[in-house]
């Protein structure tokens, strides 16, 4: 920068000294300087002087002691009195006044001509401009008289960096102290273009341009022309909180920035781009209107999360107070900043702390003269459901009346909100909804709302809103609507169920493909479906008389192939739903034997293996429910496998042989057909008999990784499921066994049992471990490790009684409790004997 600047210091020289001007008559020049004089006089001889020399020569004879002398002709004086030469003065200044003249309009012609082939003209006669305004501040008067302000303002569109440079800096030196040059520098787009300079790669252009932008926004109607050139206040705000511009230039950028602070259209644009303060210190500070403008103002902000908190602390309180006490205008506009920045935990605490929730609640229920309209009651609704979902606070805990001590989940309060859910337009109700599945979300909240809800009679109402014309509405009521279905799913599942066709309303909002997608009511609605109560056996055959499991089995395939998109948030909701409405299935195959036939036609069984694949997705509750309802499908296996009919018994000689014992000897064991299932002994396959061993598909392998999931319930499902493997509906448990050690599944079920992890769990492990140890090679070789022993003795000594007695027999498995029975019935014998 200052090698730059020594640079244009040298061709400033060397431009002047190529300037032309009217030579100066010997008589203007003073003798002592050299120079022409600007106020002459006249001494006692009748020589001329320039004033302040002559009276430095005085001075310096009087200092030194010798009299005072003529400098040209060494005369002594016998007086210093020195008289002005006013007509030499005229003189010289219409000397001046000529060259100025003309070097004035050469250097017009010199910046009006093609700058292409005249660069060091225009240099010359921007220097000289230069130079004429530092010397006089009249001459800035001149410049703008002479009509030269436009003229430079053209150079900044010149081709030649340098030409635009010494345009910036001579227009700033034009500008600077003088307002009526300001005001003719804005006219036109010139500002616009200094403007551009800012977003150019050269530093020096943007330095210079900031510091020219800098002295026009002195002027406050130019502020305001500088704020309505679109980016210009978002390029000062760049470059003001730059990191790698000149510390100078950073300084001007928030210089400028403050100047334009002076018009709240800037402040509001400043805002938009990040700085927000100006904003905040006029809302804090301002008069009554100003506070109802910046209130304005940041209502229509999109607002950052951090932002949003930094405005709750400097403001929350402020806004609360002019919430409670304003004129409407001022509520409006509070209430619209309010609903913005309540949109955040960390913002909604503060607000909370300030006490918003009061008198929010009293203008949204109040009624009668004075209360708020109700376009103003849907922004109080919009901000309550912010607070609510923020979960920032207790709402147990926070008192809306002293008096009474009501809160938000009180009785009355919850009916006065469902009572104005069904008397309010579609904007406040879908609102309203909000609140009550932020507040049914909570475990904390839930109950509250469902005593309300049960003591009010309006679950019927809510179930209605699933019908309602507007997408929110019903999205919402769905929402809530499944948040309380695990405290009132019966009377949920006999009001939908009932004859206003409220079911199939649900089954259809799941079926609907039109969106080609998985939307946010269809993910809603098949969890509500999901959670209704899977064994009320009615709203089974309803839904079967719908064709809604159909529909849903075929909306999860699609979805799986692809042939369904949406977005992560929505299809994982869908999932989970549509697999609990399929688990439902599972649930009555033994109530009615036409859902056999369901799950072979949709192919559950299939369906809910592939959907064991979804470990790595996070959805523990598709693998919960999928586990669930593979345990359900493999305990009907050994009734629906086709066992082969048994050969026909021996007879004659053989017969006799073998009865008798005569020479002969024993068949060998029945060997199964060929094809038959191992297990069930039958001919089997996954789609038609549910068996989880045939066909290759993967399914006990898939269990057995499941064993080491991180949720506990999934592992006792999962469990579940292989133990329909060895118990006692098989035709061989041995064989069960081998199938479960052949998918590396033995090692697993040991650790669950020795983890023990929950008391059901450990349940189920121990039945499943005391059906592996009847296999005497695997008891043999268990019998060796002393922590499975040591697990079983555990759930001998700490389990229920049926655990217990389990646990027994799994250690008499391991010789570890002697066979009393066995030892006393031989006893019986030899003593008979």
């Known amino acids: 920068m200052a090698a730059a600047a020594a640079h244009d210091s040298g061709c400033d020289s060397e431009l002047e000294d190529q300037s032309y001007q009217e030579p100066a008559f010997d008589a203007f020049m003073c003798p002592l300087t050299k120079q022409v004089m600007h106020d002459p006089v006249t001494i006692e001889t009748g020589q001329t002087f320039e004033r302040e020399a002559i009276l430095k020569w005085f001075r310096e004879c009087r200092d030194s002691g010798r009299k005072p002398t003529c400098p040209l002709t060494q005369k002594e004086l016998r007086t210093t009195d020195i008289s002005p030469s006013i007509a030499l003065r005229n003189v010289i200044d219409e ?13 017009c012609a010199s910046l009006s001509s093609d700058l292409e082939h005249s660069e060091d003209d225009a240099l010359r006669a921007l220097v000289y401009i230069s130079q004429m305004c530092h010397r006089s501040g009249a001459n800035k008067s001149l410049v703008r008289r002479q009509g030269i302000i436009p003229a430079i303002a053209a150079m900044l569109k010149s081709s030649s960096r340098r030409v635009r440079l010494k345009s910036l800096e001579v227009l700033r030196v034009v500008v600077e102290d003088n307002d009526e040059n300001k005001e003719e520098l804005g006219k036109g787009d010139t500002i616009r273009t200094i403007i551009k300079f800012l977003s150019n790669d050269h530093f020096q252009e943007r330095e210079m341009a900031v510091s020219l932008l800098y002295e026009l926004s002195k002027l406050d109607p130019i502020c305001e022309r500088i704020g309505a050139v679109y980016g210009a206040i978002l390029l000062l705000v760049g470059m003001g909180s730059s990191k790698s511009e000149n510390l100078v230039a950073v300084e001007k950028a928030e210089n400028t920035l403050k100047n334009l602070e002076k018009y709240e259209t800037n402040v509001k644009q400043m805002a ?60 409006e506009a509070t209430l619209k900043a309010l609903r913005e920045i309540s949109s955040n935990e960390s913002s909604a605490k503060i607000l909370l702390q300030a006490g918003i929730l009061p008198p929010l609640v009293k203008d949204l229920l109040s009624v009668g003269a004075g209360h708020l309209p109700m376009r103003l009651k849907e922004v109080s609704a919009a901000i309550l459901a912010n607070l609510v979902a923020s979960g920032a606070g207790d709402f147990r805990s926070i008192p809306l009346d002293d008096e009474t001590g009501e809160t938000l989940v009180s009785e009355d309060v919850v009916h006065s909100l469902l009572h104005l859910i069904s008397n309010t337009g579609p904007a406040i109700e879908s609102k309203l909804l909000t609140v009550l599945v932020g507040l049914t979300g909570s475990p904390a909240t839930v109950a509250d709302v469902v005593s309300a809800i049960r003591s009010s009679g309006a679950a019927i109402s809510l179930i209605q809103f699933v019908e309602a014309a507007h997408r929110e509405i019903r999205v919402e009521s769905l929402k809530l609507l499944r948040n309380v279905s695990p405290h009132m799913g019966a009377e949920l599942a006999d009001a939908l169920g009932g004859s206003a066709g409220h079911l199939g309303s649900l089954v259809r909002a799941v079926s609907d493909d039109r969106s080609g997608g998985v939307t ?31 529909s849903v089995a075929s909306r999860l395939a699609e979805l799986r192939r692809g042939a369904i998109r949406g977005s992560n948030r929505h299809v994982a909701p869908f999932t989970e739903g549509a697999v609990k409405v399929l688990y439902r299935v599972t649930c009555a195959l033994g109530e009615a034997e036409e859902y056999v036939e369901v799950a072979r036609e949709l192919g559950l069984a299939p369906l809910f293996v592939e959907l064991l694949q979804q470990m790595s997705s996070g959805l523990d509750a598709v693998l919960l429910h999928s586990a669930m309802a593979l345990e359900n499908l493999s305990l009907q296996a050994g009734r629906l496998t086709a066992v082969p009919p048994e050969p026909p018994a021996p007879t004659g000689l053989l017969a006799a ?38 066909g290759g598909c993967k399914a006990v392998e898939r269990l057995v990784a499941l064993l080491e999931h991180a949720d506990a319930r999934v592992v006792e499902a999962a469990l579940a499921a292989l133990s329909t493997l060895v118990g006692d509906g098989v035709a061989s448990v041995e064989e069960g066994v081998l199938v479960v050690g052949e998918a590396d599944g033995l090692r697993p079920v040991v650790e669950v049992l020795v983890e023990n992890r929950t008391e ?37 000594r700490n389990g229920d009684a049926r655990t217990r007695q389990t646990a027994e027999r799994a250690l008499r498995h391991l010789d570890r409790i002697p066979n009393f029975s066995t030892a006393f019935h031989q006893a019986n014998k030899a003593k008979g004997a």
């Not at 009615?538 to 499991?549: I, K, M, N, S």
Request: hydrophobic fraction near 45%.
């Open 520 to 550: 946010e009511e269809q993910a809603a609605a098949a969890a509500l479906l999901g959670d209704l109560p899977e064994r009320d056996w009615g709203l089974t055959r309803q839904l079967q008389e719908l064709g809604a499991f159909r």
């Open 657 to 694: 042989c073998v009865c008798f014992g005569g020479g002969g000897t024993r068949p060998k064991q029945q060997q199964p057909a060929p094809g038959t299932c191992r297990v069930h002994g039958g001919f089997c396959s996954l789609r038609e008999s549910f068996c989880l061993v045939e």
């Open 95 to 107: 000397w001046r006044a000529r060259n100025q003249d003309k070097e004035l309009e050469k250097a």
């Open 760 to 796: 059901a769990l450990q349940r189920r492990a121990v039945w499943a471990v005391e059906r592996i140890l009847r296999v005497e090679d695997i008891a043999l070789e268990v019998a060796a490790d002393q922590t499975v022993a040591s697990a079983l003795v555990e759930a001998y």
């Open 272 to 331: 938009e781009n990040g700085r927000l303060q100006p904003l905040l210190t006029k809302l804090i500070q301002g008069t009554p209107q100003v506070q109802v403008a910046m209130a304005e103002y940041l209502g229509e902000l999109a607002l950052a999360n951090d932002v949003k908190v930094v405005v709750a602390e400097q403001v929350g309180a402020l806004l609360v107070s002019i919430m409670k006490t304003g004129s409407l205008p001022a509520r």
